[in-house]
């Protein structure tokens, strides 16, 4: 079955390290977000791309970059990690059409220290 | 930014009974709307979702209505279920790009 997966599910890490979280879909899905999740707020926006080597800035972009080197996988990877990026990291993926749903992972709870 | 709201941050219901979860939207050009429903420890899951061309839509156990005049959403579960208790939350979509409510987190008391 067509899933979408993320690795690692728990994180730890410290202040001023790089740290990258994947993201693999395999619904060959042109669109891939990245979202955070904080107590207090919805789901915001942090990258999103509609396909191979198409990457945009959303919400909360500052600290992250991604890259979209193929239609499969979409990394996040924070710079210099901050304590103000210890979060719940979601991914997602839809198909290129407008109206369609997206489609999450179970998330990777990062921890920075 | 946003432009979805959810009106109560908690809700708990008897068991059998009929829920009714509340979302408020701003930007009158939102033209799709999707429900969500999020467990412990879980990625965000489709529910149902609606149209701005439409007022109402059925799924099994779930009725969204949409009032498109006075920009409110709403998500009714019938005979809730144990198995009903998790955070729920609306998102709309304007252009390519999907904003999400804060959430409602559910608890059904058995």
């Known amino acids: 079955d067509a899933e979408i997966t993320q690795s690692p599910r728990h994180k730890i890490t410290e202040t001023g390290r790089q740290v990258t979280l994947a993201c693999h879909q395999t619904?060959?899905?042109?669109?891939m977000f990245w979202y955070r999740q904080d107590l207090g707020h919805g789901l915001r926006l942090i990258h999103y791309s509609y396909g191979v080597q198409d990457t945009n800035k959303g919400e909360v972009s500052d600290g992250y970059s991604v890259s979209r080197s193929n239609t499969e996988d979409l990394p996040l990877t924070l710079e210099s990690a901050a304590s103000s990026q210890t979060s719940v990291y979601f991914c997602?993926?839809?198909?290129?059409?407008?109206?369609?749903?997206?489609?999450f992972g179970p998330g990777t709870r990062l921890t920075v220290l | 930014g946003e432009s979805v709201g959810l009106h109560l941050p908690t809700l708990s219901v008897q068991e059998g009974d009929n829920s009714i979860i509340n979302c408020a939207y701003s930007?009158?050009?939102?033209?799709?709307f999707i429900w969500y429903k999020q467990e412990s420890g879980k990625g965000p899951q489709f529910i149902i979702d609606?149209?701005?061309?439409?007022d109402k839509r059925q799924g099994q156990r779930v009725t969204v209505l949409l009032n498109k005049t006075v920009k409110h959403l709403s998500l009714q579960i019938a005979a809730t279920q144990p198995g009903d208790s998790a955070v729920y939350f609306c998102?709309?979509?304007?252009?390519?790009?999907?904003?999400f409510g804060t959430g409602t987190s559910l608890t059904v008391i058995p």
């Open positions: 998102a709309d979509q304007i252009g390519n790009q999907f904003y």
């Open positions: 619904w060959n899905h042109n669109n």
């Open positions: 930007n009158s050009a939102s033209d799709y």
């Open positions: 609606i149209r701005s061309n439409m």
């Open positions: 997602a993926s839809s198909p290129g059409i407008r109206r369609a749903e997206q489609f």
